[in-house]
């Protein structure tokens, strides 16, 4: 059965820093790029941050920039977003998500129909 699972969501202080994790089963991540997206109540869908699986590159949305540093470990079935320096606006339900590399550019990067396969999402809330 094929499933992502994401995990490492939580309440934290602003300035203050979240892991998120990514993992698979059922399938390799190794042959998938794969997407974090976040979803906030009256926003819209939004994607942070992507790694490719061919060549290891990384793509982040302007505010991350900085802040979140994606990665992954094939060994694991992995992908991580460690978030740093969390505000209040990245508070949001935080989800992961596969395509393939190719075709991955930085106009496509976060088109979240060319995502195949998706997980049940993490809650992700910044707040004193």
């Known amino acids: 059965q094929v499933q992502l699972v994401e995990s490492g969501g939580g309440l934290v202080q602003p300035g203050g820093s979240l892991r998120l994790s990514c993992t698979a089963s059922?399938?390799?991540?190794?042959?998938?790029?794969v997407g974090w997206f976040r979803h906030a109540p009256g926003k819209e869908r939004e994607g942070v941050s992507c790694?490719?699986?061919?060549?290891?590159?990384?793509y982040y949305e302007d505010s991350v920039k900085s802040r979140f540093t994606i990665s992954r470990d094939n060994a694991k079935n992995s992908v991580y977003l460690q978030m740093n320096s969390l505000k209040p606006e990245d508070t949001a339900v935080y989800y992961c998500?596969?395509?393939?590399?190719?075709?991955?550019?930085?106009?496509?990067?976060?088109?979240?129909?060319?995502?195949?396969?998706w997980g049940q999402g993490t809650q992700v809330t910044v707040s004193s």
């Open positions: 998500g596969t395509r393939p590399s190719i075709g991955v550019t930085i106009a496509t990067v976060f088109l979240y129909g060319a995502y195949d396969y």
């Open positions: 790694i490719s699986s061919s060549d290891g590159s990384t």
């Open positions: 059922g399938f390799s991540l190794n042959n998938y790029a």
